[in-house]
């Protein structure tokens, strides 16, 4: 677009000036010292008033959120300058559309002259270089775009290689300043990370490890990170950050993001099959061992953020009526009053909906009797003799509780049948008006909620049953009787999470606990058969 021009008009004239960091390999040519230069002498050889100078330092053309950008935008607004100049086109921006924006629209209407010495683009003059401003501006952007695959392509081949390309180094770690891109151990903050993985694996909580953290007024991560004289607190997410990241292992996980776009800051996650992980690209601060323990209590356990307290069985229990998770809690306070020694309960969350009949377990009541039966049991396995007899007894029988499971299956589509054959029912008495449609509405709903919780019930039992396949043979008896050892000893929570797949309450409060490992299970069945009451205990 060319403007009419006032002859008699003075230009107050702003110089622009742009260097990105995919600039640097052109050395001198687009260096911020020749950008000054050629446009002050184009200033002085047609004898224009200089203003200010507007300098961006490291910044990508494909953004206009520029500081030096915006502060001439702000002086344009406030009528300081009437015209701006550039090297070259690419200096002012190489993003297209917005750059079209600007020389065709925003500069017009504000009565701002535009030059780009190099492309010969001055918008006050008739001048065919003006004419296909578009397409260098197109060009520009292809030129972007191409930058940007380059660069892509330069880290991906480092992120290969197991080079860590993050700004920070995870806490514990520190910068190598002999080798780029790589981690060496920071003594002065590794000794944490190995308390809090210690701390995790002998039963704390995280909420436990925060606020001893807190009380020793330790520096947190971010605070150790900025050198913040004054003490940053510790929270519960980043305890849970530091137990899940790979980097402590001595493992570099990278592409776990991604921008959306060249154009873009924006940051996408990537899917985690798509991350590049590398092993051995450091030294370790925890052992491999340890570690898959912790990631095994992460995934075992739900993190209630609201239940602070750490049971030892939480994440295990679930209901045998609807096979979800049941939540373990005490009531804290009373009438605004803390409650001073509370009572924790298991209860089950669908029996507030009425889906489930009310389960009200007093839970210190059922640890110690479920640690009880445990130790007993297991004590009772390590007789060999006893053992191999039991075994012979139900060699055949390894998979009676994925039987028993398909047939609930079996039993909840017939109940799912049925209730479809209702619904069709009831809609030929709306049709036939025997009942009325807002009848019809009432009953239809409640018999869709009563389908939706038994399809979500067998939904809940296909996954025991996946869980259970998977398990039978994933751990070999020496590796089971080793944790048999271990909880025997020192009853760690690891081992509890590792011998047990589930423990089931029925409505009636009866217990059933379903181990991980197929022999220890026929073993319980065959204790429970010989049992005058065949559950395995009764209202604990």
């Known amino acids: 677009m060319i403007f009419s021009n006032n002859n008699n008009q003075t230009f107050k004239v702003a110089i622009y000036i742009r260097l990105s960091r995919d600039d640097g390999d052109k050395g001198e040519s687009e260096s911020i010292g020749n950008q000054r230069d050629i446009i002050r002498r184009y200033i002085k050889e047609n004898n224009l008033q200089f203003i200010d100078e507007y300098v961006d330092d490291g910044i990508s053309g494909t953004t206009f959120e520029r500081a030096g950008f915006q502060r001439m935008i702000a002086d344009i607004e406030k009528q300081r300058i009437n015209m701006v100049i550039t090297k070259d086109l690419s200096r002012l921006g190489r993003e297209y559309i917005q750059t079209g924006q600007y020389i065709e629209k925003y500069f017009p209407e504000h009565n701002v002259r535009y030059v780009a010495i190099n492309d010969g683009i001055d918008t006050f003059k008739d001048s065919s270089c003006n004419d296909i401003t578009p397409f260098k501006s197109i060009l520009n952007d292809m030129y972007a775009k191409d930058i940007s695959k380059k660069v892509r392509s330069v880290i991906k081949e480092k992120q290969i290689k197991g080079e860590y390309m993050c700004t920070v180094a995870p806490y514990g770690y520190q910068k190598d300043k002999l080798q780029k891109n790589h981690l060496v151990i920071d003594e002065n903050t590794s000794y944490i990370v190995k308390d809090i993985f210690n701390m995790y694996l002998n039963g704390n909580s995280v909420y436990f490890i925060r606020d001893y953290l807190n009380k020793k007024n330790i520096q947190s991560p971010s605070g150790y990170t900025k050198k913040q004289a004054e003490i940053k607190k510790w929270n519960s997410v980043t305890i849970l950050n530091i137990l899940s990241n790979m980097a402590y292992i001595g493992t570099t996980v990278s592409n776990k993001r991604v921008n959306l776009s060249y154009k873009s800051k924006k940051r996408i996650k990537m899917p985690k099959e798509e991350y590049i992980i590398i092993e051995n690209t450091h030294a370790p601060i925890i052992s491999k061992k340890d570690f898959e323990k912790v990631q095994f209590l992460l995934n ?142 009432r009953y239809t709903n409640k018999i869709i909620n009563e389908r939706d919780s038994l399809i979500n019930q067998k939904n809940e039992i296909k996954k025991l049953i996946c869980n259970m396949k998977e398990k039978q043979n994933k751990v070999s008896e020496k590796e089971m009787n080793k944790l048999i050892n271990e909880f025997l000893n020192t009853t760690s929570k690891s081992s509890i999470y590792q011998l047990i797949d589930r423990i089931e309450i029925d409505e009636n409060k009866n217990i059933y606990i379903h181990f991980a490992f197929s022999k220890l299970n026929c073993m319980n069945e065959y204790i429970n058969e010989k049992a005058e009451n065949k559950q395995l205990l009764k209202q604990a």
């Not at 994440?315 to 809690?329: A, F, P, Q, R, W």
């Not at 306070?333 to 889906?355: A, V």
């Not at 006893?386 to 007894?393: H, I, P, R």
């Open 300 to 441: 075992k356990k739900s993190i209630n953020r609201k239940n602070k307290h750490e049971y030892l069985f939480r994440g295990l229990i679930k209901c045998k009526t609807c096979h979800s998770n049941l939540e373990v809690g005490a009531k804290l306070t009373t009438n605004g009053k803390e409650i001073k020694n509370p009572i924790s309960y298991i209860t089950c969350r669908n029996s507030k909906k009425g889906i489930c009949p009310s389960q009200h377990l007093n839970y210190n009541k059922f640890e110690k009797e479920t640690l009880g039966y445990l130790k007993e049991f297991l004590n009772l396995y390590a007789d060999k003799d006893n053992l191999k007899k039991v075994y012979k007894d139900y060699k055949n029988n390894k998979n009676s509780s994925i039987s028993k499971y398909q047939k609930e299956i079996k039993a909840i589509d017939n109940k799912i049948t049925s209730i479809l054959s209702q619904i069709e029912s009831i809609y030929f008495d709306k049709i036939n008006h025997v009942i009325s449609e807002d009848d019809y509405f």
